[in-house]
């Protein structure tokens, strides 16, 4: 069956056919696809563009196709071009001609803009969930190993003390934001472009505001050439999708890092971890190597679909069938890179010896420019006067905390006994106490922020 014909008169090139088809992908929307259509047919009835009984006839029918999807005893003949074709096709077979009456009005550009919303809006808000879980397992890790203090690192280098849930809680809330841009897009794309028409609009009076509310819409495209047109949400689903798996690269970076045997830090679990076909010693992250790589190929589907659109002209063009694969594409990865990361996170086991043995002393050397400033002495000198410290200690070829109370004091008078106090990675830590900070009630403060956020939400 095809939905169209009649202009033509030659038979298509079979390598056409199979060049055009879409329903070896498309099919996935079956859902949202009979499920607008069952609106739609419900908005015709309305217009009086088909009688009650008609109407009832098309929604039972599709049902009816609904169950034969879900069951998985739909057949897909290979004239099913897309999913509207084998869709439409099944329900004349059911119902008979009355079929022929459930697309009056409509066109594939309005069927597919709106099913590609109804399946991205589902998705979406799944990705939502799986993320909150996320950001919940980090906040849960947070508070459960808020004593562990571990080195906190700039460009790779031992730079200051922090807490190792300060460190996991600076990821949960990169995750947080992320959240609020996808709830933020989901708002902005749940608009609906059904009765649009191929381009002009629906030329039936039909009801697009009650479509609207029916499918769970908050508002219709308010332009038939945009609503054709517009796969701006698919483009920023995919940036979305780009800048969150960036995110999720970056930690798997520091856990990969973190788990290797020059750290020590962490190990991951064995379910998230795999062997050498060689090396027999071997444990390999890959889970965190696999979300590392599928960050590219995210922001390959994205930076590729956009070419895609930058050329086209308006409404609707065939390219645009190029928007699902990538979509799903995405749509998949992220689905399962969250599952994963959610597994790892959980599993993993924390080596508080290691890390705490990974701080040094030069580590306190910011301390020591503190410490004069509480003095009064201006940071700017502090600071020069404290690398000044770290040199002396570097040339004696021993820890800057073997440094007598007199050597302090040659450097500036402000040094006082107290200085022996500065080498408490501890105190150190609880002098970061504004809000943000890696103090145990700072980091405890947005524990309490993190989880009132995901109560809300």
């Not at 056919?17 to 992908?25: D, G, L, Q």
């Not at 010896?353 to 502090?382: C, G, H, Q, W």
Request: net charge negative; hydrophobic share 40%; glycine share 6%.
């Amino acid at each position: 069956m095809s939905l169209w014909g009649g202009r033509f008169t030659g038979k298509v090139d079979p390598l056409m056919v199979a060049f055009n088809e879409s329903m070896s992908y498309d099919q996935r929307m079956w859902l949202e696809d009979v499920t607008a259509s069952q609106t739609y047919a419900r908005a015709l009835a309305r217009s009086g563009v088909i009688s009650a009984d008609e109407c009832t006839q098309l929604v039972v029918g599709l049902e009816r196709v609904k169950k034969e999807w879900d069951s998985k005893t739909f057949v897909v003949l290979p004239s099913d071009e897309d999913i509207h074709t084998a869709n439409e096709r099944r329900l004349s077979e059911i119902v008979g001609a009355v079929a022929g009456k459930l697309h009056t009005g409509r066109s594939r550009n309005d069927q597919v803009a709106t099913d590609m919303r109804l399946w991205l809006r589902n998705e979406a808000r799944h990705v939502s969930a799986l993320l909150k879980d996320l950001i919940a397992c980090a906040v849960g890790r947070a508070e459960a190993e808020i004593d562990v203090i571990m080195p906190g690192y700039t460009h790779l280098q031992r730079a200051q003390p922090i807490r190792w849930s300060h460190f996991i809680l600076s990821h949960a809330w990169s995750w947080q934001a992320d959240a609020e841009r996808l709830y933020q897009l989901i708002d902005r794309f749940n608009k609906l472009p059904l009765g649009s028409g191929a381009l002009a609009g629906n030329p039936f009076s039909i009801d697009r505001e009650w479509m609207a509310k029916d499918l769970g819409f908050n508002g219709i495209v308010p332009n038939s050439l945009y609503g054709v047109s517009d796969r701006d949400f698919i483009a920023e689903f995919m940036s979305w999708a780009s800048l969150f798996m960036i995110h999720l690269s970056r930690v798997s970076e520091d856990l990969i890092i973190y788990s290797s045997g020059e750290f020590g830090f962490v190990q991951l679990a064995d379910a998230y971890s795999t062997g050498s076909s060689l090396m027999p010693q071997k444990k390999n992250p890959d889970s965190l190597e696999l979300i590392r790589g599928k960050s590219g190929r995210i922001f390959g589907n994205m930076s590729g679909f956009m070419m895609t659109l930058k050329g086209l002209p308006s409404t609707y063009n065939k390219d645009l069938q190029e928007d699902k694969e990538p979509l799903f594409d995405t749509v998949d990865n992220v689905t399962g890179c969250l599952q994963i990361m959610n597994g790892v996170l959980a599993t993993l086991t924390v080596n508080a010896d290691n890390m705490k043995k990974s701080l040094s002393v030069d580590m306190l050397a910011t301390d020591i420019a503190e410490y004069l400033v509480r003095k009064r002495v201006p940071f700017r000198e502090t600071h020069h006067i404290a690398g000044h410290a770290i040199k002396i200690a570097e040339d004696r070829g021993v820890p800057v905390s073997s440094l007598t109370v007199a050597d302090f004091k040659g450097l500036h008078p402000a040094f006082e006994e107290d200085i022996v106090q500065l080498w408490d990675f501890e105190r150190s830590i609880e002098t970061r106490n504004a809000a943000g900070g890696t103090a145990k009630a700072s980091v405890l403060e947005q524990i309490q922020l993190l989880k009132a956020w995901l109560s809300s939400v």
